[in-house]
Nanobody
Framework: QVQLVESGGGLVQAGGALRLSCAAS????????MGWFRQAPGKERKFVAT????????YYADSVKGRFTISRDNAANTVYLQMNSLKPEDTAVYYC???????????????????WGQGTQVTVSS
């Protein structure tokens, strides 16, 4: 079992920044990679970014590339999402997730992740 808890969401004006955190506990050694997804009201959950625990390689959705940065602290079992130059279209509930199996490609779909946090709301006003 892996437990994930997101924090750091809030209300920010367009152009501002937020840093989200995802604290992992339990059998964290079973996790191969972590991901961030977001879901706006009435829309499907979409991929944002992923990072591998070993090596820290990253991959981003085109919509956030150059603005968001995913990072991890292996010792603290924590993953971060630094969000800069925020836009109103970034408004969503942000979820972190854990993937427990190896894949040669970066996982960008929800069904490829095994554990999910409860989400944290990010609202960007214009």
């Amino acid at each position: 079992q892996v437990q994930l808890v997101e924090s750091g969401g809030g209300l920010v004006q367009a152009g501002g920044a937020l840093r989200l955190s995802c604290a992992a506990s339990g059998r964290t050694f079973s996790s191969y990679a972590m991901g961030w997804f977001r879901q706006a009201p009435g829309k499907e959950r979409k991929f944002v970014a992923t990072i591998r625990w070993s090596g820290g390689s990253t991959y981003y959705a085109d919509s956030v590339k150059g603005r968001f940065t995913i990072s991890r602290d292996n010792a603290a079992n924590t993953v971060y999402l630094q969000m800069n130059s925020l836009k109103p279209e970034d408004t969503a509930v942000y979820y972190c997730a854990a993937r427990t199996y190896y894949s040669g490609s970066y996982s960008t779909t929800t069904y490829e992740y095994d554990y999910w946090g409860q989400g944290t709301q990010v609202t960007v006003s214009s």
